[in-house]
């Protein structure tokens, strides 16, 4: 096994060739099978899912009023693609709006729960107290600050991604093993250094599991934000639907509401491997 170089400014890898003083030769990449079969199930879970749903409306037929099948909704999804398409775009901006913010803030904060003692004493009790408020109720509070335009939806979305990040790079950062935290300080490593070579660098994994739950949370929030003042985005389809006792539509919303969740989880996931391969060849 490979041990990392030390020098005064930090941390740096080394395979053995380059230890040797050659040229350190690429690792083949692994077959992909496993990836594809993960795949595979997962896309048979979901049709598994439409299936089981559709044979229980079949089954018990209920009327439409109370429930409708898969098929009924993929089918208002065809009959009106740019009514769906135009409205989950504000969705989905209100969202990526909100889990961008969530991420800066709560990596922020985060890390200045870890580095001084004074604001985690005062700081943390206050966001354990304020993530007990329904992110709903302070809904009206944002409108009230923002209107009822795009930003109100947005900070609804940033207040329900942010707290998974601060905990999540809280607990990484604190997470560091001693003896890397005593090769920094043998070898004389500065607090930036040591800050951006070991300590982030080892957060990085725990901050991408924070994301993953984050943006899932951020696709709710901007919907939340829709239902208390919206005009569009799918909040507003389902409240237009229920409304108007109309489950095609409902149920269409839901389904894309769960694919943009769905798809938003992946790239983030997909991202997190791509930045930190060392945690999957480590598995």
């Known amino acids: 096994m490979a041990t990392p170089e030390v020098s005064s400014d930090g941390l740096r890898q080394s395979s053995p060739e380059a230890a040797l ?29 439409f299936v089981v749903w559709q044979l229980l409306v079949i089954i018990f037929d209920p009327p439409e009023f109370l429930l409708v099948g898969p098929i009924s ?35 922020l904060c985060g890390a200045a729960l870890h580095y001084s003692t004074t604001v985690r004493s005062f700081l943390y009790p206050a966001l354990i107290a304020i993530d007990t408020i ?38 990484g950062l604190s997470s560091v093993p001693h003896e890397l935290q005593e090769l920094a300080r043998i070898n004389r490593a500065s607090q930036w250094k040591k800050m951006t070579k070991i300590e982030f660098i080892y957060a990085i994994p725990s901050i991408f599991s924070g994301a993953k739950i984050s943006i899932s949370l951020a696709v709710g929030g901007a919907v939340v934000g829709e239902f208390i003042a919206g005009s569009k985005g799918l909040g507003y389809v389902i409240l237009l639907a229920n409304s108007q006792v109309d489950l095609p539509s409902m149920f269409a919303a839901f389904i894309v509401l769960a694919a943009i969740a769905l798809a938003l989880f992946f790239i983030v996931d997909f991202a997190g491997r791509k930045l930190v391969p060392w945690k999957n060849h480590a598995k």
């Open 21 to 49: 003083g050659g040229q350190p030769t690429p690792r083949p990449r692994r077959p992909s099978r496993d990836s594809i079969s993960a795949g595979a199930k997962a896309v048979a879970g979901i049709v598994g899912l």
């Open 73 to 107: 909704a993929f089918a208002e999804l065809i009959e009106r693609p740019g009514y769906f398409a135009s409205n989950t775009f504000v969705t989905l901006q209100e969202a990526l709006a909100g889990f961008a913010l969530g991420t800066a803030l709560g990596v």
């Open 134 to 171: 329904p992110k709903v109720a302070l809904a009206p509070l944002f409108i009230v600050w923002f209107g009822f335009g795009f930003e109100s939806k947005a900070f609804v979305a940033m207040a329900i991604a942010f707290f998974p990040l601060v905990i999540n790079t809280y607990d």
